[in-house]
């Protein structure tokens, strides 16, 4: 019986809600044993596959070395909608199959920005750190309602991104390189170039996805286009800021803050500067991941290596489709 691994620890903990997809194709559940990381490095990872046709997958390095260790891989299903983790021209080389779980985690990334937002303009961290020492601060907020928020991308998250700026009563610009016009018209959204994307935002969420062409879209030529004072927020991948030059920027001011929840290594490193700033907002790259969203990507995940195991084809979900000639399982 052909065997999926279902690699995030947090994800197996629930596999009752989602295993029914799994063995109802004909399909054997199997999970990693106990460890103190929730997911495997990369040699981890290569002794874990042994005997393993399909996983349901998290963040975890599926390289080209993976690859040829287990020709016997047919899926790597993604809890979630990125794929960075994965090499895809590998995975297409072995003839496996790569899906995300679209339309599932835009919600949660959605209220995580502006959590990350709101942390930042209520002073929320350092006015609990001040309370739980015993102090009683005041700290004046910033207002987030008529000011402008900039979205550097306009796919599912940065739609559910827009609509509850609305709500706030912000003004909404958008850069998106391939834009929704009809979306924009019917929310008064502006469609603007990423040079006024920067000019003119005092929030810039960043929601594009990364790739070779993202790569430190935000570096230090853009930082010195962005207006004075703006705040950057970034939950969709930390390799689209050069931390390099945005550590400076705001030691100087030149940025007025920073709401991450993404790094460009992750776990970021103990020693990186990001930690300490006072002007910064941090979480662990737990934007997509709430109760309700983990448990639609996990179910979205085994339907796709279902459907694919049954010699359907997923194609909303997969993303590497030149593999589907070569996919044999």
């Known amino acids: 019986m052909p065997r999926v691994l279902i690699v995030p620890r947090e994800v197996a903990k629930f596999a009752d809600k989602f295993g029914d997809v799994l063995t109802k194709a004909g399909l054997e559940i199997a999970v990693l044993p106990p460890a103190e990381a929730n997911l495997p490095n990369e040699d981890e990872l290569i002794v874990a596959l042994k005997g393993i046709d399909a996983t349901v997958a998290g963040s975890e390095p599926y390289s080209p070395r993976v690859f040829a260790a287990h020709p016997q891989l047919k899926v790597v299903a993604r809890v979630g909608v990125g794929y960075d983790a994965v090499d895809l021209a590998a995975a297409t080389a072995a003839g496996a199959a790569v899906t995300i779980a679209p339309n599932t985690n835009q919600g949660s990334v959605a209220e995580h920005a502006f959590a990350l937002m709101l942390g ?83 929030f810039l969420s960043l929601h594009l996805p990364f790739t070779p062409q993202t790569r430190h879209i935000i570096n230090r030529d853009a930082i010195a286009r962005m207006k004075p004072g703006a705040v950057l927020v970034n939950t969709s991948r930390g390799g689209l800021v050069c931390e390099a030059d945005l550590i400076p920027a705001l030691r100087e001011g030149r940025v007025a803050g920073a709401a991450l929840d993404v790094f460009e290594e992750e776990p970021t490193p103990t020693d990186n500067p990001l930690r300490k700033l006072p002007n910064v907002v941090l979480t662990p790259h737990a934007a997509g991941v709430d109760v309700q969203s983990l448990h639609d990507m996990a179910r979205s995940a085994a339907e796709a290596v279902a459907s694919l195991r049954r010699g359907e084809w997923p194609a909303e979900k997969v993303v590497n489709p030149d593999v589907r000639p070569a996919f044999r399982w």
């Open 120 to 202: 930042f303009t209520r002073h929320i961290p350092a006015r609990h750190a001040a309370i739980a020492a015993g102090g009683w601060p005041r700290l004046m907020s910033l207002p987030m309602r008529g000011r402008t928020l900039g979205l550097a991308g306009l796919g599912r998250i940065g739609k559910a991104v827009a609509l509850r700026a609305l709500a706030f009563e912000m003004r909404v610009l958008a850069y998106d390189p391939f834009p929704d016009a009809a979306f924009c018209a019917s929310h008064g959204i502006g469609l603007v170039s990423f040079d006024q994307l920067l000019a003119e935002s005092d």
